[in-house]
C-alpha cells in the first residue's frame, strides 16, 4: 500500500495523551495511527457497526493466523469469524494483545491522585474508564466491554509465562494503517499501557487519519497471510453480498 494518502485523507485527529476518541470507519476507508512522539501507546476496541454484539475476538485472531502479536499483513476477527479489519501498513512491527487496559487502581498506584475537580482536563484518566465513557456515546455499557488490541506496545512472553515491556518500540512518526473490510466502530484510549514503567504519567498524542482506499482483494497479503485468512475474507463478503 502507497504510504503517501494525502490526497485521499477524509479527516485527521490528533488525541491527546490519555484521552480517548471513537469512530466508524466505513468499508472503503482505512484509519492511520501514528505515533507523533514515540513511546506511544492505544488500547483499541472493535465493533460491527452495524451490529454492536459482533466484535473483535482475540482468541480467534491470534489462534487463526498462528500469532501472538499484531503486525503487518494481519487481520482483526469478529466473533462470527468474519474479518472486521485488515493491515496493509505497519512501521511499528509489533501491537501487543495480551495485557488489556490499564485500570484506576494501577494509575493511583504509580502516580498518586489527580482529580477533575483539582487538576481540570490534566487529571489523571485510566484506559478502562475512558473506553467506558467512548463506549457510552455509542449507547453501550461496561457490559459490551470487550478484548483490547494496545498499539505501538511490545510485550515479551518467557519460558515461565512472565511478561516483559519493551521500551522503544515505537519511534516517532511510527503509524499501522486498520483497513475496514466491513464497516466497523473503532473505540480508543491513548492512556499508558499496563506495564509501563513509566515513572510519571504519560501524555503521548496519537494522530488518528482517516482516509479513502480499496478493500482486500485475493491478491493481498492480508488474505494470504494463511489459508484461514482467504476463508474469513470469503465469510466476509457472503455477509456483505
Partial sequence: MNSDITDRIITETTIAGGWNYS?????GQALRLTDIEGGGNVSAMFYNAANFSERFNLGDTLKIQHICRLTKDCCIYSDMGRILMSVPADTCGWHDMLCG???ASLIEKKFGKKEYQEAHNDFYRNGYDSLLVELG????TK?????IINFFSKVIVDDKGGMS???GNSKPGDYVDLRAEIDTLVILDTGMHPLSPATEYPRKPIKATVYRCEPGTKEDPCFTWCPENERGFIATEL???
Fill in 143 to 147: 457490559r459490551d466491554f470487550t478484548e
Fill in 239 to 241: 455477509y456483505l453480498a
Fill in 137 to 140: 456515546k455509542h449507547g453501550m
Fill in 165 to 167: 515491556f519493551i521500551e
Fill in 23 to 27: 469512530r466508524i470507519i466505513r468499508r
Fill in 101 to 103: 487496559c490499564a485500570h
